[in-house]
């Protein structure tokens, strides 16, 4: 069953890269995901744990669940209700999901009706997708989108209070998109204006280590040491080992 799933995962890269029609040099890392690892970027409105996949229906005002079967087929799981839902981002207890109010907090853990949101962040009204990594979780707020927001900004969310969570940090952006982390570092894509890593040697005061200036990016996704970021100029792949000395290491248009 993990086998399958584990592929599964690998072949949804595959498909973005055949549906942006790919030409270039390099090849896509798929090797790079880990086998309990989703995925989708931060921008998208599925996502999946080990137990359940997430679909987003953001004009129903509810989110989709299904569970994963022994035999690999899927069975509906309880919903998840509430308003403006934009993104969304599943851990194995919880599910965080951006709004443009803010981020809200659903409990994963009893199954025997729809989850329960448990806890809110509220900010000014924007829109923002929001990843989670330990007791932070990290959102974007962009100008100049549908939300109304005239405020670029990456927050930073102490969510160890998990029912109370709270800002503890933020940094000014210029046109934040998608954003990403996987250990010790941050990446934001900021849409023409590049991409970005930060250092979260201190995970509430992100520090700007490098910015890859000549490129758009839209949305990221970081796995074992391979970032890959996908904007106007296609899909691109990153080595990230050494985080002194970031690689891109393919392109695919």
């Known amino acids: 069953m993990m086998k399958t799933l584990n592929t599964l995962k690998k072949w949804w890269v595959i498909l973005a890269v055949a549906l942006a029609g790919c030409t270039g040099y390099g090849s896509l890392n798929v090797e790079a995901i880990d086998s309990n690892q989703s995925i989708n970027g931060s921008m998208a409105q599925y996502g ?132 990403g982390v996987d250990g010790n570092l941050l990446f934001v894509c900021e849409g023409a204006k590049g991409l970005k890593v930060f250092s979260l040697e201190n995970p509430i005061e992100p520090i700007l280590i490098k910015h890859f200036q000549n490129i758009h990016a839209y949305d990221l996704i970081p796995a074992n040491k391979i970032l890959i970021a996908i904007g106007d100029n296609g899909i691109l792949q990153y080595d990230y080992t050494d985080p002194e000395n970031i690689q891109q290491i393919s392109q695919l248009l």
């Open 48 to 179: 999946q744990n080990s137990n359940h996949l997430f679909v987003l229906l953001p004009h129903q005002r509810r989110i989709a669940s299904y569970r994963f079967g022994a035999d690999g087929l899927l069975t509906k799981g309880p919903l998840a209700y509430g308003r403006d839902m934009e993104t969304l981002f599943p851990t194995e207890d919880y599910l965080f999901v951006g709004t443009m109010e803010g981020v809200s907090i659903y409990d994963l853990k009893n199954e025997l009706s729809n989850f329960e949101e448990i806890g809110q962040f509220r900010h000014i009204r924007s829109c923002d997708p929001v990843v989670v990594q330990g007791n932070y979780a990290y959102s974007t707020l962009r100008s100049g989108t549908v939300c109304g927001s005239t405020v670029n900004r990456l927050d930073v969310i102490d969510i160890s209070d998990i029912t109370n969570p709270q800002g503890v940090g933020a940094v000014q952006m210029s046109d934040p998109h998608g954003l």
